[in-house]
Structure formats: C-alpha cells, structure tokens
T-cell receptor, first 114, second 116 residues
Framework: DAGITQSPRHKVTETGTPVTLRCHQT?????MYWYRQDPGHGLRLIHY???????DKGEVSDGYSVSRSKTEDFLLTLESATSSQTSVYFC?????????????FGDGTRLSIL | GDSVTQMEGPVTLSEEAFLTINCTYT??????LFWYVQYPGEGLQLLLK?????DKGSNKGFEATYRKETTSFHLEKGSVQVSDSAVYFC???????????????FGKGTKLSVKP
C-alpha cells in the first residue's frame, strides 16, 4: 500500500512498564494517525500528526503520547501501560488534508498488557 | 458529534448470494464517506468512497451510494465470493471532528463470512 511499516507486530508486556510503538512510512505523506481497534468499538483515533513536531489529540488520547521528529516516523508511547490498553494498534497516513482523502493503513501491532 | 452506525454482525452468506451492509451517519456539513475492508491479520484497505450527495462509489463488484436525504451509505454486492470474507468498516471524514478536516470516524465493523 503506502509503504507503512509498524513495529513491533506483536508485544506482550506487564502493567506499569513503558511501551513505544513505531510507525515508519516511505511515501512522504504529511499526515499520520494512530488508532486502536477493540471489539465492539471499531477504530478510535488516539493522536494524529499534521507535520514534523505538529501533533494533536484524538478521541481516546488519555494515557498516550506521541512524537514525530521526522516525516517518516510517528511514535506512540504508553508511559505506564495498563490492562485497558491491551488492543490492536494501527498507524495510518494521508498525503494531504481534506475530507475526501482516504487514509492508508499499516498491518497493525497487537499489544497485550498483563 | 459526528457518528457512524452500521449493522451488527456477523453476517453469514452462501457463495453467490446478494450482500447488503447498512450504514447510516450523523454529521454536520458535507462529509465524505468511505468503506474499508480488513482481511484477517491485515490492516484496513480502502474499498470505495463517495465525496458528495448522490455519488456512487464502486470497486471489485461492491457499490455504495451517498444518500443525503436518508444519511445512508449502504454497501452492496450482487454475488459474493468466499474471498470476500472479511470485516467491513463504514467511515466518514468530517469537517469538524477533532479540529482537523480529514480525521476519520468509523463504525464498529461488520464481519462477513461467505460459505462455499
């Protein structure tokens, strides 16, 4: 698709530990997004970025932080993981802003917090 | 706020059956509407989109028409195949959500299983 790589693809960790998920894109898209996917909820936006060092909160941002120091990389950090953050996390990108712009998705990271 | 409601699944059909997955939305302004498909173990892929009222999006035999009067964007396919088994998400891109145009709001997803 848009050359989006998420790492790691799977991770199991313990409550209270910090976790960082990485999204790397090769398409030079300006916009990047982090979603979480949970049964019965569909996908919900956590944070998004509209340029290097420019980020904003989404619907479910509590307990998460993000950073974007380069166009190609968008990091999602759980400072102190909780069991409620067990989920599948998806990164997405879009080349430009606008309501008619589709987003391109990575293959996801399955995160389990015990 | 803006929202998307799609029919609960799972939906199980026999091969060559007709498919309809209902999707309705609530939004201010004039959103764009999308259907995404997720195959097992993969991310979401754009299936089709429509950006204004009465537009019909189509791809791979799937169709959906943007109906402003009924605030709907139902997904249809005349003859499903086993390879269509996946989770389907309806989404809208609103003008005001999250303070940024282009942010997507998703329905909860509908799982489709097609039996041979």
């Amino acid at each position: 698709d848009a050359g989006i790589t998420q790492s790691p693809r799977h991770k199991v960790t313990e409550t209270g530990t910090p976790v960082t998920l990485r999204c790397h894109q090769t398409e030079n898209h300006r916009y990047m997004y982090w979603y979480r996917q949970d049964p019965g909820h569909g996908l919900r936006l956590i944070h998004y970025s509209y340029g290097v060092k420019d980020t904003d909160k989404g619907e479910v941002s509590d307990g998460y932080s993000v950073s974007r120091s380069k166009t190609e990389d968008f990091l999602l950090t759980l400072e102190s993981a909780t069991s409620s953050q067990t989920s599948v996390y998806f990164c997405a990108t879009a080349p430009q802003q606008g309501t008619n712009q589709p987003q391109h998705f990575g293959d996801g990271t399955r995160l389990s917090i015990l | 706020g803006d929202s998307v409601t799609q029919m609960e699944g799972p939906v199980t059909l026999s091969e060559e059956a007709f498919l309809t997955i209902n999707c309705t939305y609530t939004a201010t302004g004039y959103p764009s509407l999308f259907w995404y498909v997720q195959y097992p173990g993969e991310g979401l892929q754009l299936l089709l989109k429509a950006t204004k009222a009465d537009d019909k999006g189509s791809n791979k035999g799937f169709e959906a028409t943007y109906r402003k009067e009924t605030t709907s964007f139902h997904l249809e396919k005349g003859s499903v195949q086993v390879s269509d088994s996946a989770v389907y998400f309806c989404a809208l891109s609103g003008q005001n959500y999250g303070g940024s145009q282009g942010n997507l709001i998703f329905g909860k997803g509908t799982k489709l299983s097609v039996k041979p």
